[in-house]
């Protein structure tokens, strides 16, 4: 499955990178960290909305 940058989503957290040359594995870690913090932000928007279609509405 690739992510929206066309990458092979691929979780690198516990992967040993050392196989890689080091632009390579700078790479992975990047993806990784935008990755996380891509679902990070979506777990705070999800929040917010769940949390402003939960209150009633005054029209």
Excluded: C, N, W
Excluded at 3 to 29: I, N, Q
Aim: no cysteine.
């Amino acid at each position: 499955m690739a992510d929206d940058f066309g990458y092979l989503a691929v979780d690198t957290t516990d992967m040993d990178l050392s196989e890689f040359s080091p632009e390579e594995a700078r790479r992975h870690r990047i993806r990784q960290i935008v990755r996380q913090d891509m679902e990070a932000h979506e777990e705070i928007y999800d929040d917010l909305a769940r949390e402003y279609h939960s209150k009633p509405t005054d029209f």
